[in-house]
């Protein structure tokens, strides 16, 4: 299974930049990080997927070491509609099933 | 069409009684996910198609649980015979290829209350 650990919360304020890590030690080669955001009492959205080095959207960016054993979700600029459960994932993303943690609640405060 | 469309949005069943959730998936996706979600935890994997073929399944998925893909169009999870512990979210996704890298959409779910 591709068992992820993230901190259980993290609070901050509006206008930070928040950082996210995760570990996964047992990524395997042909693994894409993926990491999802999820609002209460929806589904979970995809935010950003890399494979390595750092890839940057316009919401987010992921920066990945070159050991590929942990990477870091950058959310800028915080703001509260931030607020929200973020999952950390690794494996083939659409190509095979998704395997989530409990992610990290982030809180953000004005 | 916007997304993964899911109905019913809620449900509210006795125990023991039947309910089927229905998911429509982006149109031109051939991949189809279904998983679960109880308060306070990330979604599991229940079970996956590729086009009309179901390729894997949870063993979260007993017997009573039972998911289809006529036609490789809509989906649809049926749960017999309703237990409490069945109460939870139930999401849908689906997704483009089969490579790696490919980005699932998730539906906003059907809650379902077993009560």
């Known amino acids: 299974l591709a068992k992820t650990t993230q901190p259980i919360s993290m609070d901050s304020y509006e206008g930070q930049e928040v950082n996210i890590t995760c570990s996964h030690n047992?990524?395997?080669?042909?693994?894409?990080i993926t990491w999802y955001q999820q609002f209460p009492s929806q589904g979970p959205r995809f935010i950003i997927q890399?494979?390595?080095t750092k890839v940057t959207n316009e919401v987010a960016s992921l920066f990945i070491p070159a050991d590929r054993k942990s990477s870091t979700l950058s959310l800028p600029r915080v703001s509260l509609s931030d607020t929200a459960v973020y999952y950390c994932?690794?494996?083939?993303?659409?190509?095979?099933?998704?395997?989530f943690g409990t992610g990290t609640q982030l809180k953000v405060e004005l | 069409d916007t997304g993964v469309s899911q109905d019913p949005r809620h449900k509210i069943t006795k125990r023991g009684q039947n309910v089927t959730f229905r998911c429509d998936p982006i149109?031109?996706?051939?991949?189809l996910y279904w998983y679960r979600q109880t308060l306070g935890q990330g979604p599991e994997f229940l079970t996956y198609?590729?086009?009309?073929?179901?390729?894997?399944k949870s063993r979260l998925l007993s017997d009573r649980f039972s998911a289809e893909r006529p036609k490789g169009s809509f989906s649809t999870l049926e749960i017999q015979r309703t237990e409490q512990g069945d109460s939870a979210m139930y999401l849908c996704?689906?997704?483009?290829?089969?490579?790696?890298?490919?980005?699932?959409?998730f539906g906003q779910g059907t809650r379902l209350t077993v009560v």
């Open positions: 996704a689906s997704s483009q290829g089969s490579g790696a890298g490919a980005e699932a959409f």
């Open positions: 047992n990524i395997a080669t042909n693994d894409y």
């Open positions: 890399g494979y390595k």
């Open positions: 994932l690794w494996g083939t993303g659409g190509g095979n099933k998704l395997t």
């Open positions: 149109s031109e996706h051939n991949r």
């Open positions: 198609f590729q086009n009309e073929a179901q390729l894997e």
